[in-house]
């Protein structure tokens, strides 16, 4: 059975910093390529970041470059979404995908993120 498992998400003050985690289970996790997507009330979902299968190039949309780092750790199944400097746009749920160039299948329940004071 296909498993995306966020966690990490809270209440963050602005300035702060929150380490999204995402484990998977039921797949071949090293094969696939990873995202963080995040929604905000009465929004689109947003593409966060991106992350290849072999953790070799990532990508970030415009608004959390330089704030945001994705990284994956083979070994525990699990990808990371850093996120440093928060601002209470970046207030939403936050999912994590697994797929390829084909599709992104498996999604995870998300996990709510909220910056405010």
């Known amino acids: 059975q296909v498993q995306l498992v966020e966690s990490g998400g809270g209440l963050v003050q602005p300035g702060g910093s929150l380490n999204l985690s995402c484990a998977a289970s039921g797949f071949y996790f090293s094969r696939y390529a990873m995202k963080w997507y995040r929604q905000a009330p009465g929004k689109e979902r947003e593409l966060v970041a991106t992350?290849?299968?072999?953790?070799?190039?990532?990508n970030y949309a415009d608004s959390v470059k330089g704030r945001f780092t994705i990284s994956r750790a083979t070994a525990k199944n699990t990808m990371y979404l850093q996120m440093n400097s928060l601002k209470p746009e970046d207030t939403a749920v936050y999912y994590c995908?697994?797929?390829?160039?084909?599709?992104?299948?498996?999604w995870g329940q998300g996990t709510q993120v909220t910056v405010s004071s």
């Open positions: 992350i290849s299968s072999d953790g070799g190039s990532t």
């Open positions: 995908a697994a797929g390829s160039a084909s599709g992104y299948p498996y």
